[in-house]
Nanobody, 124 residues
Framework: VQLQASGGGSVQAGGSLRLSCVAS????????MGWFCQAPGKEREFVAA????????YYADSVQGRFTISRDIDKNMVYLQMRSLKPEDTAVYYC??????????????????WGQGTLVTVSS
């Protein structure tokens, strides 16, 4: 399985960005797609996840109401629409896939494959 993330960039506070992640290879139909972020000097942390089959979504409290995770089944892509961005959202964002069937995990060790990351910079 390979993941390719894109869409990062530089925006001012209050702006929006949409990240994309395309998955190739055998992901099955019951996997979980997740987004994590890693800010400078900090550990990688959970942002959002989506059950590919169910469409159920999960969000970190810090992004609830501002970020939306979605999927395009035909294109095998997952998106992260980010709105009302804050300087503290500045980080490298990674997409990941958990091949297990079940509830989405917020723990990075539960995810099997990772994309290369895309940088989001939010200026004040």
């Amino acid at each position: 399985v390979q993941l390719q993330a894109s869409g990062g960039g530089s925006v001012q506070a209050g702006g929006s960005l949409r990240l994309s992640c395309v998955a190739s290879g055998r992901t099955g139909s019951s996997h979980i797609m997740g987004w994590f972020c890693q800010a400078p000097g900090k550990e990688r942390e959970f942002v959002a996840a989506l059950g590919w089959n169910s469409g159920s979504t999960y969000y970190a409290d810090s992004v609830q109401g501002r970020f939306t995770i979605s999927r395009d089944i035909d294109k095998n892509m997952v998106y992260l629409q980010m709105r009302s961005l804050k300087p503290e959202d500045t980080a490298v964002y990674y997409c990941a896939v958990d091949l297990r069937d079940g509830r989405a995990s917020i723990f990075e060790h539960d995810y099997d494959y990772w994309g290369q990351g895309t940088l989001v910079t939010v200026s004040s």
